[in-house]
Structure formats: C-alpha cells, structure tokens
C-alpha cells in the first residue's frame, strides 16, 4: 500500500516538529517572510528607514539603486560580476543596513520552500527549520505534497510542485521565493542582498573549476543537453521573483516530463535542467559560494559561511 502524505508543525517556542501521522514520506514546506517584520524587529530604530531617500526640496523623493552601492572590487581573486554584467554576491561587496532598510521601506515578502522527502524528514528537517528561523525567516505554513515512489522522481517532480504552490498559494502573499533541498543548515546571515529578479547559486565544487569539467548533461537525447555553459549552478538553492521562479520550474518541469517519454534521465536530474534553464535565460542575480558550502573543502575565498550542506548517508535515507 502506498504512503500518504502528511502535514507537520512547527513549534518555534517549544522542541520542534511533530509528526501528525506514521505515514510520512514528503512535503513542501512553505516559509513566508515578511521582512517588513524581520527586520522592523531588529533595525528600525537603530536605521531610520528615510536614510535611503534623497530628496532636493520638493522635488519627489528617489530611492537609490542598492546594487550601485555594490563594491565589485572588494574581493581580490573571485569573479565578482558575470560577463552580461550580474553581480556575484560575496561577503564585504555590500552594506547590509543599507539592503535591509530598502526591504523595510518596500515591505517586502518572501516565500521560502524547502522539500522534504522521506526519511530526510526525520533527518534534516528539524535542524533546517531551526536554524532558518534563526538566519532567514519568521513564520511558516506545511503544504503536503503527492508521493513518489523513487528519490530521483521526488527531486525531479519537486519543480511541479514548486510551480503549484506558487500558484495556488504564495502569489497571494508574497512577492519573491526561495526554494532550498532541506538537507543544509543556516550558519549565517542569509539577508535582503539575495534577493533579485532571478537567483542563481555557484556550486562550491566548481566555481574555481575550467569549464570543461562541468557536469553538465552531455545526452543529445536529453532536454537538458549542454555543451558548454557559463558557470555550474547548484539546485539546492535558487529563488526570484514569483514569475521568474515559476517560468524555471515549469521549463524544468516539462522538458522532465519530455525526457521520460524518451526513457531519459538527465545526468543530476533536475539540477541539470535548471543548468539548461540557466544557460538560456541568465539569471540575474548569483550568489557566491558562501551561501551554500561544503565543509570539507578549504578554502581561503570562503570569509563567511551562511548555509552548508549537511552530512550525507545516501544509503540509509534514499529508497529505489
């Protein structure tokens, strides 16, 4: 008999998760961020919102571009900016204040999702939702989501999902999503920089390597075949604009779909079609490797470490 799946709740006072039934294989949770709220809390009185404006008399106030603030030389040996001119965040490029108070200002909302599969669940979500609060967010929602019955389907139908919640749920509340594998934990500050128009993650594997010895899918029968491409972006973390993040996940979504009617499997799955998407439509924002890091490598370029990948015992957590 199949699992059903089920629902949780977070307790943000007390020990953290309950489980509503014995059935659990995988959800999608859905965090929704009010930095109106999160940062009113911690920054209001110490950064006067009206700061950011510049105003001449009577003359309309204009709100600075906080991307022109960025510092792209501030980071000696690490690309700081794409060749289509998108920044590449890295610690000691941007004020934080200064992000902060424009989100204060705009009342800004975000959505942040994060898939949960199987007994991942019993794993890793606990400790990401924990230290999300702690880093990310204030307030969350569990959405359940259908069972599969293999880890790669999971991960690969998680863009439909993501799609469907978007557009059932978080259009109404927010402006910008994040979407996050729950196997990581927040170390540091995951701030208002991050945000733009469409988000993508340099995979700290690679983002020193030559790209020839990118992964990416080199399958002619795939959707997701690449010959050559800009970086390699990693699909434990992309986010943007609601419309942005729509368009990746249902072009993610259905050239999956086109590849299991040809018996394909593109090689990383659905990080290989977010690399096709990626390729084609540039994403407009990168965030450095910091915010998503391995442990083990070192590496002198890594100042601050804001999200790692957690521990990995694929055997015991994936099934089929």
Same mark, same amino acid.
């Given at each position: 008999m199949a699992e059903t799946p089920t629902g949780l709740t977070f307790n943000r006072r007390a020990s953290g998760l309950k489980k509503t039934s014995a059935g659990i294989f995988c959800c999608l949770v859905v965090l929704v961020v009010s930095c109106t709220f999160l940062y009113s809390r911690y920054l209001t009185s110490l950064f006067p919102v009206e700061n950011l404006a510049v105003t001449n008399n009577r003359e309309p106030t204009q709100i600075m571009n906080l991307d022109d603030t960025l510092n792209f030389g501030a980071r000696k040996g690490v690309e700081t900016r794409t060749s289509w001119k998108a920044p590449i965040i890295w610690e000691g490029m941007f004020d934080p204040n200064l992000y902060d108070q424009k989100h204060i200002q705009n009342q800004t909302s975000v959505a942040l999702t994060v898939f949960a599969v199987g007994r991942y669940l019993d794993a890793y979500l606990k400790t990401f939702l924990t230290s999300a609060e702690q880093h990310f967010m204030l307030g969350l929602k569990v959405i359940p989501v259908e069972?599969?019955? #293999?880890?790669?389907d999971i991960s690969m139908m998680r863009m439909k999902t993501i799609s469907d919640a978007i557009e059932s749920d978080i259009h109404h509340h927010c402006k910008y999503v994040f979407c996050f594998d729950v196997d990581q934990e927040f170390k540091g500050r995951f701030g208002s920089e991050a945000l733009g128009d469409s988000v993508a993650l340099l995979h700290a594997g690679y983002y020193k390597a030559p790209n020839n010895s990118y992964t990416y899918d080199r399958n002619p029968r795939s959707k997701a075949f690449m010959e050559t491409g800009d970086y390699y972006y990693h699909a434990a973390l992309f986010g943007? $604009?609601?419309? /942005?993040?729509?368009n990746l996940t249902n072009y993610c979504f259905l050239n999956i779909m086109e590849d299991k009617l040809n018996n394909v499997e593109a090689l990383w799955h659905d990080e290989s079609h977010l690399n096709k998407y990626f390729?084609? /439509?540039?994403?407009? #924002? $990168?965030?450095?490797?910091?915010?998503?890091?391995e442990p083990s490598i070192q590496d002198k370029d890594i100042h601050v470490i804001r999200l790692i990948w957690a521990p990995k015992n694929y055997d015991r957590l994936r099934t089929g």
């Open positions: 069972k599969h019955s #293999r880890w790669q943007g $604009l609601l419309e /942005n993040v729509k390729w084609i /439509n540039k994403p407009s #924002r $990168l965030l450095s490797p910091e915010y998503c890091w």
